[in-house]
């Protein structure tokens, strides 16, 4: 280790800011507050030159210590707020650690604080023996030698305030302290070391920790028949997103030594829980296998505690279940007299309904005391829900108010008396109800049957059902005099995009957020069928790479959908202006492509409803402030019955050279379809030209002819924008992603990868990838790529004029006012 303690810096002469770490002290002052605020910067460390053998698996027991040092050390009840312990390290040498906090900060200041320190460690010295991180509120060092004083620390170190079940404040707390993991091996059915189900199980399962979403959730498929192996993982929703991924990849480790050759499993961690099954899981709630813990120390009057805490956890459970925020979870505490208060933190999977969340919480809130009587701590680990409670503090309540949103309201100004009052007046109101309709039923018949004859409905058939649908979302419409004030009444200066439905605005609402709202036109062809689709379809999807829709407004004949608004526009706009697209470099290009494929598996696996997008394109994609891709345009989305592999329709909508061949030639759709056109897409991302007239030399051509034509003539770099040429960009990973870009335009749609396997591909450089196939050339010369296509096979007259019209400027190809919008930043 390298002596820090010989060096004084920083040496700040005049400066009125300025700290000093010595080998044994920190002096800090400053001209600003300073006492009780947590500071995380600036920092610096110093580690060894000698590296360890086996570094995943050290790191991995020495994540095991610090883990259990850090609770210690914040809670200790010691004025010195530190603490030290060693643990042996099988093969090797022992580990030594010591963390310590300023004593004028927090215990959850304290632990933020040594969890980043943690965080770094791999950072800046991956596989050193031994590390110390510097920051001006936390101290933290390892070393395979001691290090520090054994005897003083025994003589100070006082038992830390309990944190977690299974501690006893009354008996000296042991180091290092074991963090919870748990799992299950269900035994149906088993796999070998050589077979497919392996391979592919280890696959999704290394895909976890560097895939997992923001929100610590994640669920993937891979493989086919009885090869496919199905996960989900889910994190704690008070953890950082840093630690979510070290501790899925941990427990992504374990579950693999804990069930050897099971081809369904699954395990909790303390901290996440990570599940694998060759059977469909996902959006599927499960109550089994489930598992508890328990504190051994017993509450006082155990009837009155649990009255307290049943009233917490039945608050908690609506929120849970009906929590806006992407991570399905509530957290919060009841004070209980002359005890301790109750914590209480319930959390469900992402994939489940509300309702389905509700009922897995209360069946676990059911198994407390039937499990656990009378212990002041308890959790119920389900693979669908998870529940804890505890009578000390044990989830980062700072983490959880910055997360926690208010969840929607499912049955305002009702209690449980109310309504099990409003129970018994409902079964009497059915009584009499039925009674009565017995008695006039037939004569009801005889006379709807004759108004009907009668008598021409006010209402057809489909406005009604679009009614009924709208009702059940109206938590989300807005008052048509509120979106006209935020976008000044929809001026043209606050216009951002015009498309086959309308314009599109921005606006900014009262409360300072801005959104981008799209006002559909009053002839336009999309007016009730894809109205309803953006709203029933969109509404009900919830992704990070989707375009999230806030609202809709409905007034006469105007039409409103209110969209998050996403500042950087669509991704058309970079890559094919010949200066913007200077500034995508490749990570960034790699980033939208991986983005754009998330969320594709995300409409055809992953949501609740599984969507065909069916025009996904360049101008579709919108980029956020940090580059982050985002699908929009719902209004030509089909649902899509999984267990059918394609279905036919006779009206054809989307736009020319992004469409699948058996889909604009025979309307046969499928999930493929919009695999194809992720795959046009990817290569114009990489070309920086657009597919019907990409740009070679004096020559224009189709994209895909002149792709595959490099491709055999193994020269897949002249393809690739200058402006990527030009800079220090990784050709080996651009053209394995113009490989990945022709196997997904292949002619025959059973040769395309789904987009699962495309994840794969794209974040695993180990997958050998097959050979592509000969993709489809259109003679595309008189075709424009904004130009949308609509084929109908029973088309309106004014349809028909419009395409005529069009004919006539463009030869072939047809434009219909049902056809899908290019709308820009909303």
């Not at 005049?14 to 947590?38: P, T």
């Not at 023996?129 to 520090?148: A, K, N």
């Not at 427990?251 to 303390?270: D, F, R, T, V, Y």
């Not at 050339?777 to 309106?796: A, G, H, L, M, Q």
Request: one cysteine or more; glycine letters at 6%; aromatic letters at 10%.
């Amino acid at each position: 280790m390298e002596n820090i303690g010989n060096q004084t810096w920083p040496k700040c002469p005049g400066q009125k800011q300025a700290i000093l770490w010595h080998e044994f002290c920190m002096v800090r002052y400053s001209d600003e507050a300073i006492f009780g605020n947590v500071a995380y910067s600036p920092f610096d460390w110093g580690n060894n030159i000698e590296n360890v053998p086996d570094q995943d698996k050290f790191y991995q027991e020495l994540n095991i210590l610090l883990d259990s040092l850090r609770n210690q050390t914040a809670y200790n009840r010691s004025p010195k707020k530190f603490a030290a312990a060693s643990r042996p390290y099988p093969d090797y040498r022992t580990i030594y650690a010591f963390e310590q906090c300023t004593a004028d900060i927090t215990p959850q200041d304290c632990g933020s604080c040594l969890n980043q320190s943690a965080l770094e460690i791999r950072q800046c010295c991956d596989g050193s023996r031994g590390v110390r991180i510097l920051r001006p509120s936390c101290y933290l060092r390892f070393e395979t030698d001691p290090f520090y004083n054994e005897s003083m620390v025994e003589t100070v170190l006082q038992p830390p305030i309990s944190t977690a079940p299974g501690k006893d404040d009354n008996k000296k707390s042991q180091f290092p302290t074991p963090i919870y993991i748990q799992s299950k091996c269900q035994n149906n059915g088993s796999y070998t070391s050589n077979s497919t189900y392996k391979k592919n199980l280890d696959t999704i399962l290394s895909s976890i920790s560097p895939n997992i979403d923001t929100n610590g959730f994640y669920n993937a498929s891979i493989g086919e028949k009885s090869d496919r192996v199905n996960v989900i993982a889910m994190c704690r929703a008070d953890l950082q997103p840093s630690q979510c991924h070290r501790y899925v990849r941990d427990a992504s480790i374990e579950i693999l030594n804990k069930c050897p050759g099971q081809k369904q499993a699954i395990l909790w961690h303390e901290f996440c829980m990570v599940r694998y099954s060759d059977e469909a899981i996902f959006g599927n709630v499960a109550y089994s296998p489930f598992d508890w813990g328990n504190n051994s120390e017993n509450v006082p009057d155990q009837d009155k505690f649990y009255q307290e805490l049943n009233i917490l956890l039945d608050s908690l459970r609506n929120q849970t279940a009906y929590n806006r925020s992407p991570k399905k979870f509530a957290a919060a505490s009841r004070p209980y007299p002359d005890y301790r208060t109750i914590y209480a933190f319930e959390q469900c999977t992402a994939d489940i309904t509300p309702q389905d969340c509700g009922s897995c919480l209360n069946q676990s809130a059911l198994e407390i005391r039937q499990c656990c009587d009378g212990s002041r701590g308890v959790k119920i680990l389900r693979p669908s829900c998870y529940l804890r409670f505890e009578t000390d503090p044990f989830y980062n309540e700072s983490m959880v108010e910055t997360v926690l949103q208010p969840p929607i309201s499912t049955a305002p100004g009702k209690d449980d008396n109310t309504t099990r009052n409003d129970d018994k007046t409902t079964r009497t109101i059915v009584i009499v109800i039925v009674l009565i309709v017995i008695c006039l039923i037939l004569a009801l018949c005889i006379g709807i049957f004759v108004k009907i004859k009668k008598t021409r409905k006010s209402k057809t058939e489909e406005n009604i059902e679009r009614d009924i649908e709208i009702s059940t979302i109206e938590s989300m419409q807005y008052n048509f005099s509120t979106i006209r004030d935020a976008t000044d009444d929809f001026s043209d200066a606050n216009k951002l995009g015009q498309g086959g439905f309308g314009f599109v605005y921005k606006g900014t609402l009262s409360n300072g957020n801005e959104v981008a709202v799209k006002r559909l036109s009053r002839n336009s062809g999309q007016g009730d069928t894809e109205f309803k689709n953006e709203v029933l379809l969109v509404a009900k999807l919830q992704h990070r790479n989707l375009v999230r829709l806030l609202g809709f407004s409905v007034e006469g004949s105007e039409r409103l959908l209110v969209y998050e608004f996403v500042c950087n526009g669509s991704l058309d706009r970079f890559i094919f202006d010949p200066i913007k697209r200077a500034h995508l470099d490749w990570e960034k290009r790699y980033k939208i492509i991986g983005g754009v494929a998330r969320g594709l598996l995300y409409l055809h696996q992953d949501s609740r409803l599984q969507i065909i997008h069916r025009d996904l394109k360049a101008s579709n994609v919108l980029l956020d402030g940090e580059m982050n891709s985002k699908i929009s345009d719902f209004g030509l989305a089909r649902l899509f019955d999984p267990d059918k592999t394609q279905r036919s329709t006779n009206r054809v909508v989307g736009t020319y050279g992004y469409m699948a061949p058996e889909y604009a030639m025979r309307g046969q759709i499928s999930f493929k379809s919009d695999v194809f056109s992720f795959g046009v897409l990817v290569l114009e991302i990489i070309s920086g030209q657009k597919t019907n007239n990409f740009g070679n030399g004096e020559n224009l051509e189709d994209l895909l002819s002149c792709v595959w034509k490099n491709w055999n003539q193994g020269t897949p770099a002249n393809i690739i924008d200058s402006a990527l040429k030009v800079s220090s960009s990784p050709l080996r990973d651009i053209v394995r992603c113009i490989h990945i870009g022709l196997l997904c335009v292949q002619e025959m749609a059973a040769d395309r990868p789904t987009m699962a396997s495309v994840i794969l591909m794209l974040t695993s450089s180990t997958i050998t990838l097959p050979i592509p196939s000969q993709p489809p050339f259109f003679n595309t010369t008189t075709f424009d790529s904004k130009i949308p296509y609509v084929y109908e096979s029973n088309s309106r007259t004014s349809d028909t004029t419009k395409s005529s019209k069009h004919k006539s400027d463009n030869s072939e190809g047809s434009l219909n006012s049902a056809s899908m919008s290019e709308l820009y930043p909303r």
